[in-house]
């Protein structure tokens, strides 16, 4: 079957990053009491942006090889 | 009143996107489902890595996430042994041992192995009985997660249960096993991803460990146990009376790690038949193995919130409390939520919550395409219209996605009268499964057993199972059906519901043992060697050993996680 579902997961992953890094930059610092003082959102997104984007990677270069 | 948590506009955005991605698999998958072999075994054509994860996330619903925590915060770090003790040896077993038998076999379900083995009674009470279950299952997802959204965030309870009945209806129909397969990948990694933060934020803010060790003490020792109670998980298990579990070792060990475990994960279809689309022998039998690793690792993330809650709610400036129930005690099942409205601010709070909801559909898929299977194959194919063509019965496939889900909803408003899932899941299994391991374990190791001891130890596996619980009674409890003592005397009465549940397992599996060892030493084997080959152990030839590097061989990895997981039993003895 050729459906490689590390295409949609690191798709997925990128766009949950992506989102959390830019409302972690916008937001209004306060919210960040809850969580120990740190901005999560900025911290975390990153870390999803990176794993989305290893998945998508993975998933290119595998499509390349294929062909 | 005001509901507890509040969701804005950004944690919208992530459920609505998570969700679109949901159905967009499922969508994208419909073409390749042209025959009943894509819809219900995914063609055998997944690799390891796939089927691993989804073998985890199959079994990643109510009870694991909602449940766990709430265990946590009840009875601490010995809630653990569920994984230490139960899951990671039994899914271990399975790779290694089990598995060449069911994906040898050819077999299309759990039910048709029991076909082959033994005989077409025997597969008939396996199919009936575990439709129902599955189907039960479902429904105790459902109403669950429904309650907890409308408890915490207000939404309404009918919308809750139709709109997720709807999605997973939805992308099964579309993709069947594959899609549901996939989709619980995508799963596991929200749940990850959704709870580590919270399970790091929480850990912190109690001080780390030891901190946290410090303030569970606390706990202890308001309710008159030993300071380390809730974060030694060996040291308190010498007697009932010393852990809030109400369980000794022994009971633990053979009840819960023997009986129950071995009994969900090495013969349970829901979560076999993730492994049965595997791509080849090998990959099969890696993947329980695969989904020992992170499994190994999960009550980092559901079981420690738990039990930074209830440290939390020992600190009086804390302001951290539990919904209370209708007798003014906690609602510690909502422990994990109340947790990620605590610490998560919006837009992690988003991912969390969308965690959530994907671990009780992940949960209520797995049962509607294991029951889809075993409907359409067991139960329709073999007793209904044996000889129709394929297309038909991919149609009749998708039309009991349908009756399943319909069923599941309405079990789910059925369920508004049970309280703890948990237990009553585990009282399920014990009737049901307890047995069945018994039967798997004589009819993949020993030739001599046969059909008619196959069912009647079955039959009266599930019989003693009730029986004991019709004459025992959990200490505290009063007389009922969910209770026990329901047969008109109590005989025995247990610390706690739990130790009545892991005795409930063990006499129903040696009951299940006994009766097939006599019943099958006195009638004769209705099976010849020939159509047992492939099925039972002495008379399957031995596999050739596979050419492949030592982190691909099932026997390796197995050691390395089962020497990982005693590790941890160490350190957190």
């Known amino acids: 079957m050729n459906f490689d579902l590390r295409l949609p997961l690191g798709l997925l992953f990128s766009l949950f990053g992506a989102l959390l890094v830019i409302y972690g930059i916008v937001s209004d610092p306060a919210i960040y009491a809850r969580s120990l003082g740190f901005n999560v959102n900025l911290d975390w997104g990153l870390v999803l942006l990176l794993f989305g984007l290893i998945m998508l990677s993975l998933a290119l270069r595998a499509r390349q090889n294929r062909k | ?573």
């Open chain 2, 1 to 573: 009143m005001s509901h507890p948590i509040h969701l804005g506009g950004i944690d919208y955005a992530i459920l609505l996107l998570y969700f679109l991605f949901v159905l967009g698999i499922g969508w994208a998958l419909k073409r390749h489902m042209k025959s009943s072999a894509d819809f219900f075994l995914s063609g055998r054509s997944i690799p390891a890595w796939i089927t691993g994860l989804a073998f985890l996330s199959a079994n990643l619903g109510a009870q694991e996430v909602i449940g766990m925590g709430a265990s946590g915060a009840q009875y601490g770090i010995i809630t653990s042994h569920f994984y230490w003790i139960g899951a990671v040896p039994a899914m271990v077993f399975l790779g290694i041992f089990m598995m060449p038998f069911y994906y040898g076999s050819k077999a299309r379900s759990v039910p048709e192995y029991l076909k082959l083995r033994f005989d077409e009674k025997t597969r008939g009470l396996n199919a009936l009985s575990f439709a129902v279950m599955t189907i039960f299952s479902s429904g105790i997802s459902l109403y669950a997660l429904a309650l907890l959204l409308q408890t915490l965030l207000g939404w309404n309870f009918t919308f809750s249960i139709w709109t997720s009945a709807t999605i997973v209806l939805a992308y099964i129909c579309l993709g069947g096993l594959t899609s549901a397969i996939y989709n619980e990948v995508l799963q596991f990694f929200m749940i990850v991803f959704g709870f580590a933060p919270l399970a790091w934020l929480g850990l912190r803010d109690a001080g780390g460990w030891e901190g946290l060790k410090v303030r569970l003490a606390g706990v202890a020792a308001q309710q008159h146990f030993a300071p380390g109670t809730w974060t030694e998980s060996w040291r308190h298990m010498g007697s009932p009376s010393a852990n809030p579990l109400g369980v000794e070792w022994f009971g633990l060990v053979m009840g819960l790690g023997f009986v129950l475990s071995f009994g969900y994960w090495c013969t349970d279809f829901l979560v076999v038949q993730r492994a049965m689309a595997a791509d080849s022998m090998s990959a099969a039998r890696r993947t329980p193995i695969i989904a020992a690793f992170p499994k190994m690792l999960f009550p980092f993330i559901v079981i420690l919130p738990g039990m930074v809650a209830v440290g939390l709610m020992q600190d009086q400036h804390g302001g951290f409390t539990l919904p209370t129930m209708g007798d003014g005690s906690p609602n510690y099942n909502l422990a994990m939520p109340m947790m990620l409205g605590h610490y998560l601010p919006s837009g992690l709070l988003g991912l969390g919550f969308t965690a959530l909801m994907a671990s009780f559909m992940s949960g209520m898929a797995g049962n509607v395409t294991a029951f889809n299977t075993v409907w359409t194959y067991d139960i329709y194919q073999n007793y209904v219209a044996p000889t129709k063509s394929d297309a038909h019965y991919l149609m009749v496939g998708r039309l009991a996605t349908v009756f399943g889900v319909v069923l599941s909803v309405g079990v789910a408003y059925l369920a508004t009268q049970f309280g703890n899932i948990m237990n009553l899941l585990q009282l399920v299994f014990a009737f049901v499964n307890a047995p069945l391991f018994a039967t798997f374990l004589l009819g993949m190791f020993w030739r001599r057993a046969n059909g008619h001891g196959a069912f009647f130890g079955l039959l009266f596996g599930t019989i003693a199972a009730a029986a004991h619980h019709g004459l025992t009674l959990p200490a505290g409890a009063s007389v009922g059906i969910m209770k026990g003592g329901w047969l008109g005397a109590v005989l025995h009465t247990y610390p706690s519901a739990m130790a009545q549940n892991f005795w409930t397992a063990l006499f129903a599996w040696s009951t299940c043992m006994a009766v097939t060892i006599a019943v099958s030493l006195a009638t004769a084997q209705n099976k010849s060697d020939e159509q047992l080959r492939g099925l039972v152990y002495s008379l399957t030839p031995k596999p050739p050993a596979e050419d492949e590097p030592w982190y691909r061989k099932p026997v390796t990895l197995g050691a390395v996680v089962l020497a990982a997981t005693l590790a941890l039993n160490l350190v957190f003895a």
